[in-house]
């Protein structure tokens, strides 16, 4: 199983980023799928999740508005598509899939893209 996460950088204030998360060695479509992160010094937190289908989506409050999470099944891949960036965005970035099974859940994560949002 893999989750690589790609598309994070150095970006200026009020700057835009696209990450993207490409899963292999599990049935990615049957997965809800999340974007979490964490900064320096501070517990990790969702960002943003969307169903296994891509029918629903759901976002911290601190990002509403700002970013888009989407997903294609075909290409086994997640997006993050993050604009007007801030300051309090910078953080490492992780991808997630998580599934219900019958005796235990699955979870699966990425190792992570830095996003640093500076002047």
């Known amino acids: 199983v893999q989750l690589v996460e790609s598309g994070g950088g150095l970006v200026q204030p009020g700057g835009s980023l696209r990450l993207s998360c490409a899963a292999s060695?599990?049935?990615?479509?049957?997965?809800?799928m999340s974007w979490y992160r964490q900064a320096p010094g501070k517990e990790r937190e969702l960002v943003a999740a969307?169903?296994?289908?891509?029918?629903?989506?759901n976002y911290a409050d601190s990002v509403k508005g700002r970013f888009t999470i989407s997903r294609d099944n075909a290409k086994n891949t997640i997006y993050l598509q993050m604009n007007s960036l801030k300051p309090e965005d910078t953080a490492v970035y992780y991808c997630?899939?998580?599934?219900?099974?019958?005796?235990?859940?699955?979870?699966?994560w990425g190792q992570g893209t830095q996003v640093t949002v500076s002047s």
């Open positions: 997630n899939g998580h599934a219900r099974g019958v005796l235990r859940d699955f979870d699966y």
């Open positions: 060695g599990f049935t990615f479509s049957f997965y809800h």
């Open positions: 969307i169903t296994s289908a891509g029918g629903s989506t």
